[in-house]
């Protein structure tokens, strides 16, 4: 079942294209991270799906239905910048937008302490907002998100400008959430998405380059390093290396070598039959999947 597929979807400002035909799908109850550089249109796409822009072309498909009217009463959004009346209370603040999603303000109350509760400021809930700290205030601004249960929670760039303390917080509340939601979030701070996620999109100059679950991209044929070294350096081994079939790519280290390969079983062996033939003195033998940071830098600098 699909939550939400994004067919095509393109927006263009007069000349300049900063979504370009992107086509990805959500599924209900997964935590998805959508990564990329700055400028490379992840507001813009997260803005489009929570109905605050409208495409240029393309199609959001929503629960298969297909967009037609306003879908925020499906979307819960927290922008990069929340804005917050800092004179009220917590509780004043969301009892004030359960409202303005028309709940009564009997239902409003209600769930503005149910969602106090869940994000951890019930305590809080009578002090001003200007006396929270950021994490405090990205937890309300969730809470906000959240006050008309909404079937997919967008948070654009939710901890970027959060002290460590906060972004503890914020992660933590995160990873509840996502037991019984959907969640989308923007960032571009990768051990968060690696921590929280299981999906990831990869965004840059506008266009979908990378996507799926976090393992099986991390599988993918040219992110897996094997590193080398030796008692003493074996004379033209560089060459030699750079003849075996399925490696890719080999890097010198102060410490050794590192080897991209396409297939990390078939260089595996051929590594070791070549070194076992040779006779060369090895130290180091280590097979490791590229991070997620690995990915990202070469899929964005190919």
């Known amino acids: 079942m699909t939550l939400i597929s994004v067919e095509q979807l393109t927006k263009t400002y007069q000349s ?21 550089p700055n400028g490379a ?35 819960g959004y927290l922008p990069q ?67 008309h249960d909404p079937k997919l929670i967008i948070l654009d760039e939710p901890v970027s400008s959060l002290d460590p303390i906060g972004r503890r917080e914020v992660l933590n509340l995160i990873r509840e959430l996502k037991k019984d939601a959907t969640i989308l979030f923007s960032t571009h701070i990768l051990n968060d998405a690696e921590e929280v996620s299981e999906e990831i999109l990869l965004l840059h100059k506008g266009k979908m380059i990378k996507q799926g679950a976090i393992d099986e991209v991390s599988e993918t044929k040219d992110t897996t390093a094997i590193h080398l070294a030796f008692f003493e350096e074996p004379k033209f081994i560089e060459e030699r ?21 396409h297939n990390v079983k078939a260089a595996r062996n ?12 090895l130290t180091k033998f280590e097979v490791a999947t590229s991070s997620l940071e690995d990915i990202f830098m070469k899929a964005v600098t190919d």
């Open 16 to 36: 300049t294209t900063v979504v370009d035909h992107i086509t990805f799908s959500l599924e209900p109850g997964k935590c998805v991270a959508l990564l990329g």
């Open 241 to 261: 290396l750079k003849e075996i079939d399925s490696v890719f790519k080999v890097n010198r280290q102060d410490d050794g070598f590192i080897l991209t390969v």
């Open 270 to 281: 051929q590594l070791l039959d070549l070194i076992k033939h040779e006779e060369w003195e």
């Open 41 to 75: 249109g992840k507001t813009t796409t997260l803005r489009m799906l929570a109905g605050f822009i409208k495409p240029t072309s393309g199609e959001i498909v929503f629960d298969e239905k297909r967009f037609t009217k306003d879908v925020r009463r499906y979307v």
């Open 81 to 147: 910048y929340p804005v917050f009346h800092n004179w009220m209370s917590g509780e004043e603040f969301l009892i004030y937008v359960g409202q303005l999603s028309h709940l009564s303000k009997k239902e409003a109350k209600e769930k503005a302490n149910e969602l106090l509760d869940l994000v951890n400021l019930i305590d809080a809930k009578k002090q001003r907002i200007s006396k929270y700290s950021g994490g405090m205030k990205q937890r309300l601004g969730i809470a906000q998100a959240l006050i």
